[in-house]
């Protein structure tokens, strides 16, 4: 059978050790060139429309052996799994960073245990939008790594430093959660077993700087009791400009029977939105008699309000009987 080859491109975003808190995959690593003063974690740049930005990248090979890499720039996004920082790959299209950067080199050899240091231009356009634009410098080893067996699964890996570039003019941070869901799982009858829920909702950046949001969960029930109140965990640090990211929270220990609504609200500096969403909780038997006893009564009603439209039938008059014809008396005979 004819392989298929699989194409799992791991961008290594994080820092790690030095040298400069390199983006290390163990093999080889990623970073920006040291400047006079200290090390740099990441490219941190500011231009205005129309200007041009020139810096270096280091790579660096940590294994015995010759590593040849694709050099390139890129776009960053946030993740549909879980909001974490990625770039786009090379074959994707690029309308920022990845658009504005041009290594001196697209393609470099960097001998065993050596780095190999690259000049880059960044040419920013007269038309770009400011605030934010985050992406990444990639070294790419276009080498696949295939398996074995009739459906080869094939590997590439690459490295990225991370470059944060920010484009002078009015800056507008704003968020916007939308979507929000309840999804309730419950038991049969109320005690009869564990009630959760899930609550998903979507959390978009609609401005145009990098956010570190923080979001509350409130949830009330009847009469305005409180039955939920806490701050999120699991939402992305580094919420990138035009972005949106699905995110889930676990409700444990649901109402199993109650009506309310849920309220999600998201902040970041000079920006808070809320939305909300209404819930109610009952159980599946519940709800099946509910559902059962409503359809018996929609079909009687319906039956009802037929029989009272009928029009009742018409009584036809019956026809008075002919009057019996009189017959003619016959007169005496005349005596002669």
Do not use: C
């Amino acid at each position: 059978m004819r392989k298929l080859y699989v194409l799992l491109l791991g961008l290594l975003l994080a820092w790690q050790a030095a040298p400069a808190h390199a983006a290390d995959n163990g093999s080889w690593s990623v970073y920006p060139v040291s400047s006079a003063v200290s090390a740099r974690p990441y490219f941190y740049l500011s231009a205005d429309p129309g200007q041009t930005v020139d810096d270096k990248v280091v790579v660096a090979n940590k294994t015995g052996k010759p590593l040849t890499f694709r050099l390139y720039a890129a776009d960053a996004y946030n993740t549909a799994r879980d909001g974490g920082f990625a770039v786009r790959t090379v074959r994707e299209k690029m309308r920022g960073v990845g658009a504005w950067a041009k290594p001196a080199k697209t393609r470099v050899t960097v001998p065993a245990h050596k780095t190999v240091t690259v000049p880059f231009t960044l040419q920013v356009p007269e038309g770009a939008e400011p605030g934010d634009h985050p992406g990444a410098l990639v070294a790419l080893d276009e080498r696949i790594d295939k398996g074995d067996g009739s459906l080869a699964l094939g590997v590439q890996r690459a490295v990225a430093a991370r470059v944060y570039l920010r484009v002078g003019g009015p800056t507008v941070p704003a968020l916007a959660v939308e979507h929000v869901r309840v999804i309730h799982h419950q038991p049969l009858l109320p005690g009869l077993g564990d009630s959760d829920a899930t609550i998903s909702y979507t959390l978009h950046n609609t401005g145009n700087v990098t956010l570190d949001p923080k979001v509350t969960l409130r949830a009330k029930g009847l009469f305005g009791r409180t039955l939920l109140s806490r701050g999120l965990t699991r939402i992305p640090s580094e919420l990138l400009p035009g972005q949106s990211v699905k995110l889930s929270e676990p409700w444990k220990d649901a109402p199993q029977l109650d009506w309310g609504d849920v309220t999600l609200t998201a902040s970041a500096p000079g920006t808070r939105q809320s939305e909300s969403a209404s819930f109610f909780a009952l159980p599946w038997l519940a709800a099946a008699l509910l559902l059962a006893v409503g359809f018996v009564a929609g079909v009687l009603a319906v039956r009802a309000r037929r029989d009272r439209a009928r029009p009742s039938a018409r009584v036809r008059p019956s026809r008075p009987a002919s009057p019996t014809p009189s017959r003619p008396r016959s007169s005496p005979s005349a005596r002669l």
